[in-house]
């Protein structure tokens, strides 16, 4: 059995960016510590830090005026309006904000002033469009679309001019798709592919891998946005595709009898995990062989 492992797969920059922001307020000695949210979906890596003295603050909880200790905004980043409650609550704010999602802030900033309706492609409810949708301009107007059927069924009642941009997370091929969707109306549209590159690279090399392998394994939290479009792409090129976050995930059954297993990974999965799920591939595969 061959184990091919994606090079892409484990951190991205503004992920690797923001862990390397934490550790370095740990290092600082400066407590109590907090994050805004998660600083990554994953919930191990998380865990780790909580060890660590590193705090989360639920998102869905005002904050308390009068508080002290760091808030490190992690790289899906926050509305201009956060920001300002957690300066004015007291906080010192440390951003580490993925400069990828601070090019999206600032393009719909600057294209809602001069007018254009935006249009975002990505999950409604992810933070990162959260984000996104706080730093458009009050009483502009805009739309968030993840689907084919959204894109056809969107319209405007004026034709203003449009801005669209994306979750840097999104699905490449479906950005496209929506893109050519939206334009065939006959809007005047400007528009921006604000995808991650390595997001992207790593949806091309792993659709590529599933494709040429008889398992295809991809491992990620399970509220990782990205590491859950890895799995809905790599499924439909090899529908015996496996979703895991840990090497304790993996049905060992379902490598009997097969020559070769893929294996991928989200964006917030640390290395460490993914060697792992890596070896015990390799464990089974030596296993079998002395059988």
């Known amino acids: 059995m061959n184990v091919i492992l994606a090079k892409s797969a484990g951190f991205c ?68 309006n956060v920001k300002q409650s957690i300066e004015d609550s007291g906080y010192a704010l440390v951003d580490a904000t993925c400069p990828f999602v601070l090019k999206i802030h600032k393009v719909v900033e600057e294209y809602g002033k001069e007018g254009y309706f935006i249009l975002i492609t990505g999950d409604e409810s992810h933070p990162e469009v959260q984000g996104i949708i706080g730093w458009i301009p009050e009483g502009t107007s805009y739309a968030v679309i993840s689907s084919e059927e959204e894109a056809r069924n969107f319209s405007l009642e004026e034709k203003k001019k449009i801005c669209m941009v994306s979750q840097t997370t999104f699905q490449y091929n479906k950005f496209e798709e929506l893109v050519e969707i939206i334009k065939q109306k006959g809007y005047d549209v400007f528009c921006l592919n604000t995808i991650c590159s390595a997001t992207e690279e790593r949806q091309k090399e792993a659709a590529s891998i599933a494709g040429k392998v008889d398992v295809m394994i991809v491992i990620g939290g399970k509220h990782s946005s990205n590491s859950q479009k890895l799995y809905e792409i790599c499924k439909k090129r090899n529908p015996q595709t496996y979703f895991i976050q840990s090497r304790h995930d993996l049905d060992l059954s379902v490598l009997q009898s097969i020559n070769t297993v893929g294996i991928t990974a989200g964006a917030s999965t640390p290395q460490k995990i993914i060697q792992e799920v890596q070896e015990t591939c390799q464990n089974r595969n030596r296993a079998l062989r002395r059988c």
């Open 13 to 80: 920059f503004g992920v690797k960016r923001a862990l390397e922001t934490v550790d370095a307020q740990v290092k600082k000695g400066k407590k109590p510590i907090y994050t805004y949210g998660p600083i990554i979906h994953n919930e191990i890596v998380v865990s780790d830090l909580e060890e660590k003295g590193v705090h989360v603050l639920p998102e869905d909880e005002p904050l308390a005026t009068g508080s002290f200790g760091t808030v490190v905004i992690r790289s899906h980043g926050v509305s201009r």
